[in-house]
């Protein structure tokens, strides 16, 4: 996570993700210095933009999660739609047989 190393200050060449829960104004100046974005905030505004980014995050992840369920919907019913149970496999046995 992009949080935990940076706030330790450990130079790393990994890609990390941010969640919101450990965002820190630290995090962010160290996103800014991995992007080569000059940043002249202060750390009140910092402090400020991270509860709005906290708001962001929050409904991206409701949005996410409302795609995953979708997603995870889909596949439920393809599975259904597509295994053989005892019945379908009786019914299409008995279907090729005569």
């Known amino acids: 996570m992009l949080n935990i190393p940076d706030f330790l200050d450990i130079e790393d060449k990994k890609n990390y993700f941010a969640n919101y829960p450990g965002l820190h104004p630290n995090t962010i100046n160290m996103a800014f210095k991995k992007c080569h974005i000059y940043s002249s905030y202060t750390e009140n505004e910092i402090l400020e933009g991270t509860e709005e980014i906290k708001s962001f995050m929050t409904m991206e992840v409701n ?35 005569e």
Do not use: C, G, Q, V
């Open 63 to 97: 949005a996410i999660s409302d795609l995953y369920n979708e997603i995870k919907s889909s596949i439920y019913k393809f599975y259904k739609d597509n295994y053989w149970e005892y019945n379908k496999l009786a019914e299409n046995f008995a279907k090729e047989i």
